[in-house]
């Protein structure tokens, strides 16, 4: 795990980004697997159902941090967030349409639980009253978004389905709501335990398709 005061970070949205970089999906070598050109048509299924399942749902993280709204600053951007994140739930039911049934897999109501666990975990972060919590996470999923949009992208052209490019708020826009909200060092440091606990989320959930594909042989 990075230590943000080793890597010359200077402002919030520099923190949230070192994070992303060293712990984000996109080092997880089950993301990098399902974005090698010979990817089992199951595993991006399994990987689009999983993703579904745990970023599908409504109220999503960046709605229920809107609705909760810890740090009242925050609300205009997670607003704009949260309208971004639901055009990508439209995305991501069409994908797991198209991707057809669940590939039967071993252990799938174990599996089930460990999903239910994360989504859990996102909407306790999403509903912190610690100021800063539930925005670092929603600052971390729009950092990590892109990896997973990959493998969004990757599916779709798998599936035979039209992906638009993400209409998420722009790294400028989150970058200066960062600055305003991470101002207070109590702030920041409960933005950087936001963006830990989102992307520690995000790598168990690899963790788990992982370790399902292998069970699929």
Same mark, same amino acid.
């Given at each position: 795990?990075?230590?943000?005061?080793?890597?010359?970070?200077?402002t919030?949205? =520099?923190m949230?980004e070192? +994070?992303? *970089?060293?712990?984000?999906?996109? /080092? #997880?070598p089950h993301v %990098?697997r399902?974005? @090698? $050109?010979?990817t089992?048509?199951?595993?991006?299924?399994?990987?689009?159902?999983?993703l579904c399942?745990?970023?599908?749902h409504?109220p999503?993280?960046?709605?229920?941090a809107?609705?909760?709204?810890?740090?009242?600053?925050?609300c =205009?951007?997670?607003?704009? +967030?949260? *309208?971004?994140f639901?055009?990508? /739930? #439209?995305?991501?039911? %069409?994908?797991?349409? @198209? $991707?057809?049934?669940?590939?039967?897999?071993?252990g799938?109501a174990e599996?089930?639980?460990?999903?239910a666990?994360?989504?859990?975990a996102?909407?306790?972060?999403?509903?912190?009253?610690r100021?800063?919590?539930a925005?670092?996470?929603?600052?971390?999923l729009?950092?990590?978004?892109?990896?997973?949009?990959?493998?969004?992208?990757?599916?779709?052209?798998?599936? @035979?389905?039209?992906?638009p490019?993400?209409t998420?708020?722009?790294?400028?826009?989150?970058?200066?709501?960062?600055?305003?909200?991470?101002?207070q060092?109590?702030a920041?440091?409960?933005?950087?335990?936001?963006?830990?606990?989102?992307?520690?989320?995000?790598?168990?959930?690899?963790?788990?398709?992982?370790?399902?594909?292998?069970?699929r042989?």
């Amino acid at each position: 795990m990075v230590n943000v005061a080793q890597v010359g970070v200077q402002t919030p949205h =520099d923190m949230v980004e070192a +994070l992303v *970089a060293a712990d984000g999906s996109a /080092r #997880h070598p089950h993301v %990098r697997r399902l974005l @090698a $050109a010979r990817t089992p048509r199951r595993d991006l299924a399994d990987a689009v159902h999983a993703l579904c399942t745990v970023h599908g749902h409504h109220p999503g993280l960046t709605d229920a941090a809107h609705d909760h709204c810890a740090q009242p600053d925050a609300c =205009d951007w997670l607003s704009e +967030l949260a *309208a971004g994140f639901a055009t990508e /739930r #439209h995305h991501l039911a %069409r994908l797991v349409a @198209a $991707a057809g049934p669940l590939p039967s897999t071993p252990g799938q109501a174990e599996s089930e639980q460990a999903l239910a666990g994360v989504r859990h975990a996102l909407e306790m972060l999403a509903r912190s009253d610690r100021g800063g919590c539930a925005t670092g996470a929603a600052a971390a999923l729009a950092g990590d978004w892109p990896a997973i949009r990959a493998i969004l992208a990757r599916a779709a052209d798998c599936f @035979a389905v039209d992906l638009p490019p993400h209409t998420l708020v722009s790294d400028a826009e989150t970058g200066t709501a960062l600055a305003m909200l991470g101002a207070q060092p109590a702030a920041e440091r409960a933005m950087a335990f936001g963006a830990r606990q989102l992307l520690a989320q995000h790598r168990g959930l690899w963790d788990l398709l992982e370790a399902r594909a292998s069970a699929r042989g």
